[in-house]
């Protein structure tokens, strides 16, 4: 049969190669073409293993190829590092420099609640069912006017130790009334304080929380009072604007 036709099978037992101190290797081998040089490779390595538990010295070229994997690795390693160190810094110094955010940027969530209509489509298609809404009768959108009549909101929260950012919830809006804001930083000294209850928030004529960094830092640092102002008044960050046209 000629040297392209043999096919390989594996052998119904694995090859036993001493590999010292009494102990064997099992290597699954193959027969056919190549087997012969499969089994001395085994062998090869199995006498190396051995050699380096016992202290016993090396063949040469073995030697040498340890030197030079552990050169080239440490020259790998150099090289990744004295390219950053050579390139300029991008460390930005926040809160005292502001970042520079990327247009559909999903922050925070800015609430519009005289647009609402209590539907629950974005409590459904929330993947960790972190909103909770509740109503006192159902809603709808006066044409008139373009506000949510019937019913009162009575709560619209969000649990952002849950929140993904997925901005799944501003999807199925039939209003869009909730919107991915900028502000990213909602840090608090409790696990309660993380639900942020927009209702409640609505009736202060705000659109999305105030940070505790914002409150702290508002008469120092002249960008965070200006966007402390911007919240306070419920002016929305996120427009139409915001948002890149498709070609």
């Known amino acids: 049969m000629p040297p392209s036709r043999v096919r390989r099978w594996p052998v119904s037992a694995p090859v036993r190669v001493r590999s010292g101190r009494g102990r064997h290797s099992h290597r699954p081998l193959w027969t056919g073409q190549g087997g012969c040089r499969i089994i001395v490779a085994a062998a090869a ?46 460390t930005v110094q926040y809160p005292e420099q502001r970042l520079s955010l990327a247009p559909r940027y999903r922050g925070i969530h800015e609430f519009e609640a005289d647009l609402c209509i209590a539907c629950d489509q974005c409590a459904k298609a929330c993947p960790v069912d972190c909103i909770y809404i509740d109503k006192t009768a159902p809603r709808k959108i006066d044409k008139a006017t373009g506000k949510a009549t019937g019913g009162e909101l009575l709560r619209f929260a969000i649990d952002y130790s849950k929140c993904l950012f997925c901005a799944l919830c501003t999807e199925p809006c039939p209003t869009e009334c909730i919107h991915m804001g900028k502000l990213h930083d909602l840090s608090s000294y409790s696990r309660a304080d993380t639900v942020v209850e927009f209702a409640e928030l609505h009736k202060k004529n705000q659109r999305t929380p105030i940070p505790l960094w914002m409150q702290r830092n508002a008469d120092s640092i002249p960008w965070v009072r200006d966007e402390l102002e911007r919240v306070k008044a419920g002016r929305l960050a996120t427009t139409a604007a915001d948002i890149p046209k498709v070609k």
């Open 45 to 90: 390595g199995a006498d190396r293993d051995r050699k380096r538990r016992r202290g016993l010295p090396m063949d040469i070229d073995s030697y040498f190829g340890d030197i030079r994997n552990s050169i080239r690795s440490i020259a790998i390693g150099m090289k990744i590092t004295l390219k950053y160190c050579f390139q300029k810094t991008v």
